[in-house]
C-alpha cells in the first residue's frame, strides 16, 4: 500500500477541521500544521 497525496490531504483536512471544532483555540496551531503537511506531502510527491 503506497501513501498517496490525494487520499492524504483530505484526511489530514478532516482531522484539522476537527480539532479546530473541538478547540478553537488551537486555530493557528492547527492550520500551520495542515500547511505544513501538506507542503512536505505535495514535495515528497514532487521528487520521489
Known sequence: MTLDP???SPLI???A???ILL???LLNYVVAIYLI???IIG???HFH
Do not use: D, F, S
Open 43 to 45: 514535495l515528497a510527491n
Open 37 to 39: 503537511a501538506i507542503g
Open 17 to 19: 477541521g476537527i480539532l
Open 23 to 25: 478547540m478553537p483555540r
Open 13 to 15: 483536512a478532516l482531522v
Open 6 to 8: 490525494v487520499l492524504i
